[in-house]
């Protein structure tokens, strides 16, 4: 067996076999024969209290310099005896966009890829141009604006280079999704959203942010907050932004795109607006599956239904054939009883009740005879067992 397709087996080892190796084989070689990452590697070994060589430990044991090996632990009562280690399946790969999606999908890209942003904005989309209004709304406000406090809440400031550099994004996205057959509009949140046969699809430009640590200010440190603290932790703008598709995309579709020193995001808009434009058809059929299997579902829950009610119009119907046996019964026993009665000596003309014994015994026959279902015969026995349905028994 190869050592390729021994990686695709889990494996089983004691912690000194664990410990042998990762001291004998560099940790991302012996992970990878375990078709594992080194990281996954690594945390199997912290879990088994397995030491493994720290950063650099191969480059110097190679350049011929004394290096330090740990020693195996004893183990604990809650240390693993042994591992089990399964490798990572391989990433699904992505499926292939029907023929009228990469069809679309070129165009946009043919489109896109044609994509200059100007230095400055001049005739922007509307959305773009409803912000800056409203903006230049607001500093008005705030030079009208007497009191101090409410000026600098009201006044927005003036626009940063992050600001100018997204509304030149967006407005080049906007113009672009458009001209392939889009909508693009706010929603009641703010949010902005790409309609494109018939679907939403949220889409956001912001700046990224990064934590920094920083040594309070003298304000700062009169405020027990951060009296005793060494540093403040805070979010400053890194100046890289990212471009995030927020509605989840079927067929693997990135959603994110974050610029980098090396890659800007104006160079990736062919691939933001591709996406987008590729999106849309992807939804519709997703849409077209969620609303067949919902079909499917209720038809389903239907016949359930339905076949509920009908084993249980059978069991009451059971009931009320059974009902009716009982009577027969009661009924048999009661001709029984009253042929018992009729051969004991009897004084027929004796009055009891305001009868005759005779006629009480003539009763009796007649009331027998009168609720036999044997007499009434089959089709009127059938025909209240067909009378009774789910509703008849309510207990």
């Not at 879990?47 to 950063?55: A, D, E, I």
């Not at 005896?81 to 890209?109: D, F, G, H, Y």
């Not at 007497?146 to 003036?158: F, T």
């Not at 007649?366 to 207990?395: C, L, Q």
Request: proline share 6%.
């Amino acid at each position: 067996m190869g050592d390729q397709e021994a990686s695709k087996n889990p494996r089983t080892l004691t912690r000194d076999e664990l410990y042998k190796q990762v001291w004998q084989t560099p940790m991302s070689r012996l992970a990878a024969e375990y078709g594992i990452t080194g990281n996954g590697l690594a945390k199997i070994c912290d879990r088994l209290n397995v030491p493994y060589p720290p950063r650099g430990y191969w480059a110097k044991k190679a350049a011929g310099k004394k290096v330090v090996t740990y020693r195996l632990p004893e183990a604990t009562e809650n240390t693993p005896p042994n591992v089990t280690i399964s490798p990572t399946p391989p990433a699904p790969k992505e499926p292939e966009l029907p023929a009228e999606v990469q069809e679309a999908v070129e165009t946009a890209r043919s489109s896109a890829s044609e994509i200059r942003l100007p230095e400055r904005l001049t005739r922007p989309h509307e959305i773009i141009a409803r912000w800056l209004a409203e903006r230049e709304h607001r500093k008005q406000e705030a030079r009208r604006e007497r009191d101090p406090w409410r000026r600098k809440h009201l006044d927005p400031g003036e626009l940063t280079q992050s600001d100018r550099r997204q509304h030149l994004i967006l407005d080049a996205v906007f113009k672009n999704l458009e001209k392939q057959g889009a909508r693009v509009k706010q929603g009641e949140r703010q949010e902005l959203l790409v309609e494109l046969q018939g679907e939403k699809i949220e889409i956001q430009l912001r700046e990224k942010q990064k934590q920094i640590r920083r040594p309070p200010t003298a304000e700062e440190k009169k405020s027990w907050i951060y009296r005793d603290r060494a540093f403040v932790q805070e979010l400053q703008p890194s100046g890289y932004l990212v471009f995030t598709i927020k509605t989840y995309l079927p067929a693997g579709l990135r959603q994110e795109w974050l610029e980098s020193e090396r890659k800007r995001l104006e160079d990736l808009l062919p691939d933001i607006i591709t996406t987008i434009i590729a999106a849309g058809p992807l939804l519709v059929e997703q849409r077209r599956q969620r609303d067949e299997a919902e079909r499917q579902r209720r038809i389903a829950e239907q016949q359930r239904y339905e076949e509920q009610q009908r084993r249980k119009r059978d069991n009451n119907r059971w009931r009320r054939f059974i009902d009716i046996a009982k009577d027969w019964r009661e009924l048999e026993l009661a001709r029984a009883f009253l042929a018992a009665v009729k051969q004991a000596e009897i004084d027929r003309e004796k009055e009891i009740g305001g009868r005759k014994l005779g006629e009480w015994l003539s009763w009796a026959e007649e009331r027998i005879s009168t609720t036999d279902p044997i007499n009434a015969g089959a089709e009127t026995i059938f025909n209240s067992v067909a009378s009774v349905n789910e509703w008849t028994y309510r207990d």
